[in-house]
Structures are given as structure tokens and as C-alpha cells.
């Protein structure tokens, strides 16, 4: 594994950072290239990255724990806690917002309309504008990938608790797993140990798209944070759901919201999260992309197998490189045990 991420670092097709892990024992843990190629300041395993939409399977934490204490249902209608919403949205179940399968249309398609605003307030900008982009189809005929649709999702965690976002995630999540550098951008210059992203020219990224995907794609950590969430999911240890929510969120509910699923294995969507299967058993897992920055989250929930990839390179083929991590990771050999 280190020999793999290795030369693709010395082609310049990788830097970040990776931890690999299998029964509780680290397989790999390691980084390569620069956080700041200015300061020549190299990456770390302890260094912090845009996680994109690897958001997104903590908004949807978020939202099951408000269900399973009573604030919400996910087979109720969005509508119910969300004021001013609009007439069209109405139909649209918070079960639908987790599986992309509520028409509200990603904002690929309305980006000239975003780029007319300068956001205060991202959740809120983000849901007033989403409003008046008519629905892609009809909430619950099929599936289309959405990042608004996952921000209307922060704005119910915001009305539901009387929260913000970041602030229910830090104290319900992030908190009680030790989650120590974890958070939510909201902008600004990069703090100390967060990793710059790198476009294909070799420019820094801009940062405000970053900012303005919220409760879609504007978290922050590192490979070790992931892991430890990772592990909190398959030993039920701390336990933020019951085992039957954690089952629900890490079903398949809805085929996959792209043309084709980013990895072979991968049959549909849960909730946050791509759901699949192969001969190592059922994988869960998702990607994510913000400028600058790629990011893959995912584990084996019966084999303890975990594989968290994060770089700070926009030309990183992020696919590709979790599937063949995926492979080592579930085919090496074990390690012998410690001392």
C-alpha cells in the first residue's frame, strides 16, 4: 500500500495523506507530498483536509439522531420543519433528501443564479435560492444526485435542534468520539495544520464554494478522525443511533444517483452513503470532491476493514485509487501482532 500511494506521489498524480486499518490494527498510516508548497510544509497523517461530500454521511447522522429522539421523522414530509417552504416542495420526505431522490435540482444546473449572491449565512442563502429552481422530477420517481437537497437537510437540523449546523454536529458527533480536529469551514484563511488544495496548474485553490456547500460538502479532518468515526459505526461504540437506525442509515434505499456507481461494488444509496458489496463482504463507503481537494471514506463492516484517503490535489483520480487500496486492504496479509 505505502509502495503504491508512493509512486503515484513520485508521478505527481497523489499527495495527502491515507490510514488503513483491519481489526483494529493500523495497516498503513502515512502521507505524501506538500500541504503548502510555499512554505515547502509537507503533509501528515495529522493533517487537516476538505472532506467534501464525505459531509454527507454526517448530515445524515445528524438527522437520524434528531428521529430517533422524536424532533423529526424520516418518512416525514420536509415541509413539517422547515418554514416558508415552498408549495412544490411539499411532497419531498426527509428520506428522500438522504437518497437524492427528491428532485430538487443540484445546483450544477443553477450555478450562474449562485454566483450572483455573496452568502452570509450559506444554509439559509443556499435553501432561499433552491426554492426557486422548479424540481427536477417528481420527489421519489428516481434518484439524481443533489447538494442542495443535502443543505435543506442542514437547515432542518438548524430549526429542528436551535442549533446551527456545525455546532449540533460538533457537540453530538465530533465530541463524543474525540473527533478533536473536526469541524465545519465557514471561510477565511486556512489554519494552521489544514492543508492547502492544489489546482492542476499548481495554483491555490479558492476556498468559497467550499464554504458555501455546508451541510453538502464543507467539513474538515483528518485520516485518524475518520477512522475513529469509522470504527464508532462498526463496533456500535460510543453509540450516537440504535442498532436498527445504524442498519437503516447503511442500507441500500435508492439506486445510485449518478449514470453508474463510482465504484464496481457499490449497488444503490442509503442514507449519506454508498452501499455495496463484494467477495470481502458488504463495503460502505463514499467520495468527495471540493476545489483543491478529493477525499474517500469507507469500511467493511464485518471484516473491520477501514480506508480513509484524503488528498489535496485536484487531478487525484480518487476511484481508482480507493478500489485498489479497497483490494490491498482486504487481500494482504495480516499483520503480525504487536510486539
Given at each position: ?113 449562485r454566483l450572483k449572491v455573496v452568502y452570509p449565512d450559506p444554509i ?66 486556512a489554519g494552521i495544520g489544514h492543508a492547502l488544495g492544489y489546482l ?140
Amino acid at each position: 500500500m505505502a509502495r503504491y500511494l508512493g509512486r503515484l506521489s513520485a508521478a505527481g498524480r497523489f499527495a495527502g495523506a491515507a490510514l488503513v486499518s483491519r481489526g483494529g490494527h493500523v495497516l498503513l498510516e502515512a502521507a505524501y507530498g506538500l500541504a503548502d508548497r510555499a512554505t515547502k510544509t509537507p503533509n501528515a497523517p495529522s493533517t487537516i483536509f476538505q472532506i467534501g461530500s464525505v459531509t454527507k454521511q454526517f448530515t445524515a447522522m445528524a438527522i437520524a439522531i434528531l428521529a430517533e429522539r422524536g424532533r423529526l421523522r424520516l418518512a416525514g414530509r420536509v415541509c413539517a420543519y422547515l418554514p416558508g417552504c415552498p408549495p412544490a416542495w411539499r411532497p419531498i420526505t426527509i428520506a428522500e433528501l438522504l437518497t437524492h431522490t427528491s428532485g430538487i435540482a443540484n445546483w450544477s444546473t443553477w450555478r450562474s443564479l449562485r454566483l450572483k449572491v455573496v452568502y452570509p449565512d450559506p444554509i439559509a442563502d443556499t435553501v432561499e435560492l433552491a426554492k426557486e429552481v422548479p424540481l427536477a422530477f417528481r420527489p421519489g420517481t428516481k434518484a439524481s444526485y443533489s447538494n442542495p437537497g443535502y443543505v435543506v437537510l442542514g437547515a432542518v437540523i438548524e430549526h429542528v435542534s436551535h442549533m446551527t449546523y456545525g455546532a449540533f454536529l460538533r457537540a453530538q458527533i465530533f465530541a463524543r468520539l474525540h473527533m478533536n480536529h473536526t469541524g465545519v469551514y465557514g471561510g477565511g484563511p486556512a489554519g494552521i495544520g489544514h492543508a492547502l488544495g492544489y489546482l492542476a496548474g499548481g495554483t491555490v485553490a479558492p476556498t468559497r464554494l467550499t464554504a458555501e456547500s455546508s451541510a453538502a460538502g464543507a467539513i474538515y479532518s483528518t485520516v485518524g478522525d475518520l477512522a475513529r468515526w469509522d470504527q464508532a459505526l462498526i463496533a456500535g461504540r460510543p453509540r450516537l443511533v440504535s442498532p436498527r437506525l445504524l442498519r437503516q442509515i447503511l442500507t441500500v434505499h435508492a439506486p445510485c444517483p449518478y449514470a453508474s456507481c463510482p465504484l464496481p461494488q457499490d449497488h444503490g444509496y442509503g442514507y449519506g452513503w454508498f452501499v455495496g458489496a463484494s467477495p470481502a463482504g458488504k463495503l460502505v463507503n463514499h467520495s468527495g470532491s471540493v476545489l483543491g481537494f478529493w477525499s474517500y471514506n469507507g469500511f467493511y463492516p464485518a471484516r473491520d476493514v477501514i480506508v480513509v484517503i484524503l488528498a489535496n490535489l485536484d487531478t487525484v483520480d480518487i476511484n481508482p485509487v480507493s478500489a485498489e487500496l479497497n483490494r490491498l486492504a482486504t487481500t494482504s496479509p495480516a499483520a503480525p501482532p504487536a510486539g
